[in-house]
């Protein structure tokens, strides 16, 4: 991983928003609110009477899918302290396990296909 505190942006030529916040909150500081907003939006992941994109219910009953929501966040404050920490390898050390955390949902509610069915068609049950 590359140290953020030696990123340093300039402004874009021609302006662009996006590239011009990025000149606003960069560095550790990104590196601190991508953690942020993982534990604040992860919750919204058992909102009740939400559809999943090929029209199913999400599945917030489901006591594995309120686990892996549970594990996502517990991970994100644990990468919040690290980056808080500005220890390039303690965020580093972090990376696998914040990955596992999408990863383990996505294996059970995402990822499926049965032959026949298009990809998405199984998501979400
Ligand atoms: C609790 C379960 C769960 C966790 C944890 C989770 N996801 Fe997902 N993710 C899903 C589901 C389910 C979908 C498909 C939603 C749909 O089709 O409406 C999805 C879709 C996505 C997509 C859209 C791609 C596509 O094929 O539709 C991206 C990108 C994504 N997730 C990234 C992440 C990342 C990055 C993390 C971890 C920081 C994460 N997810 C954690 C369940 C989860």
């Excluded at 505190?5 to 550790?28: C, I, L, N, R």
């Excluded at 992860?42 to 009477?49: E, Y």
């Excluded at 059970?108 to 296909?113: E, F, L, P, S």
Aim: glycine share 6%; charged share 25%.
């Amino acid at each position: 991983m590359k140290d953020p505190a030696d990123y340093k942006p300039s402004p874009p030529v021609p302006f662009d928003y996006v590239q011009w916040g990025s000149t606003v909150y960069y560095g550790w500081q990104a590196v601190d609110q991508a953690a942020v907003a993982l534990i604040e939006t992860t919750p919204l992941f058992l909102v009740p009477g939400r559809r999943c994109e090929n029209g199913r219910p999400v599945p917030v009953d489901r006591a594995d899918y309120r686990r892996y929501t549970a594990e996502l966040i517990d991970v994100a404050r644990i990468a919040y302290r690290a980056s808080q920490s500005r220890d390039v390898e303690a965020v580093t050390k972090i990376a696998d396990q914040l990955n596992d955390a999408c990863a383990n949902c996505h294996k059970a509610y995402r990822d499926g296909v049965q032959e026949g069915s298009s990809a998405g068609a199984n998501r979400c049950q």
